[in-house]
């Protein structure tokens, strides 16, 4: 299977970078790749990092491209913050990293997912790096668009734009490479709006599913101001318990790991001089979490939205399938007893609400005003 294979539904908007491997005339320093979350960004990038290193163009099976696409290929370096922003330390890493020749492949690949999360001036800082690349080091920045990356980054790389895939395109990747039953794969490939990495997640985790389900139920459970304070609660509530629960025995075993190189694992008192290292690495765990909440909370926003698109599809009796057909008679009913406007009113109010978290509005506040707003304004 070749390394391209992974890249499921995108065909013509990975041909750039195929031919690139093929035609060395046609290979550029710096990439950025664009597309919606769960469009496969990064599987393109590591795609392409294996492919310039395969001698066969990535044929998917040689050490270089399965080490290239594991992130273990000693000239593909990855940087993938769990963090709500990138910092100016880790890019002159990278900068420093991509000074380098390729120790053992052909080119020395620099990935960057999330490259949207680099400030303005962390992105200034690895300008000079884009301007004047150093030979066989090739970036590749990945970012849901190409105005997230600064336009002076932008005007010297070449972008390749995915799109989000069919479902039933993902769906038959779920029944093929994780066996998943082909009822069961095709809902959660719905369900998950064609995002390959929540669509696997909800195959294969009932509780995942049964989480979203409960989300969704806020659609109809919310009557009252009483109902829309106590919903945003809840939501605020599941996402932090779902932070802690990702978080917590990760953030033990690296305070120990750090604590045991340091030298100080005896459960002894720490020295001034090693506090602040303690200091720091508690300081990213929390931003990680912070992140990580915000994340869970956006998905539970989208969730909400691809409910209310159905009911607006019934409304208008679009011939499509729905998104979340395993709930077709909740959305009949609530269809049946609301109005178009109403149903596009709640929409705005979730759009609104997930601007309102990219701008680090107190999320209870955010969610408590959504709440709100999704009150029914006709009456059952």
Known sequence: MSVWDQVVGQEAAIAPLQAAVAQPAAMTHAWIITGPPGSGRSHAARAFAAALQCLEGGCGT??????????AHADVTVLATEKVTISIDEVRDLISTAQSSPSEGRWRVIIVEDADRM??????????????????????LCAPSGEDIAVTIRSRSRK?????????????????RDGVEPELARQCA??????????????????????????????????????????AADLVAVAEEDAKAATEERDVEERNALLRTLGADDGGRLPPAL????????????????????????????????????????????????????????????????????TMRCLDALSTTRDRLASNVAPLLALEAMALALRPRVAA
């Open 119 to 140: 400030t303005e001036r962390t992105s200034n800082v690895l300008l000079k790096s884009i301007e004047e690349p150093p030979p066989r080091t090739v970036w590749v």
């Open 190 to 231: 719905y369900a998950a709006q064609s995002h390959i990495g929540v669509a696997r997640r909800l195959a294969r985790d009932p509780a995942a599913r049964a989480r979203r389900d409960q989300v969704l139920a806020l659609a109809t459970d919310i009557r009252g101001v009483g109902d829309a304070v106590l919903a």
């Open 275 to 342: 506090r602040s290292q303690v200091k720091q690495l508690e300081d990213d765990q929390k931003r990680r979490a912070t992140r990580h909440k915000r994340d869970v909370m956006d998905r539970a926003i989208v969730d909400l939205m691809s409910l209310y698109r159905d009911v607006a599809a019934v409304h208008v009796g679009a011939a499509q399938p729905l998104i979340n057909e395993s709930h077709r008679g909740h959305i009949e009913a609530l269809a049946a007893r609301t109005e178009l406007a109403d």
């Open 160 to 176: 390749v734009s995915l799109r989000m895939p069919d479902p039933e395109v993902v769906a038959r990747l779920l029944i093929e």
């Open 62 to 71: 040689c050490r270089a491209c399965t080490t290239a696409i594991s992130g």
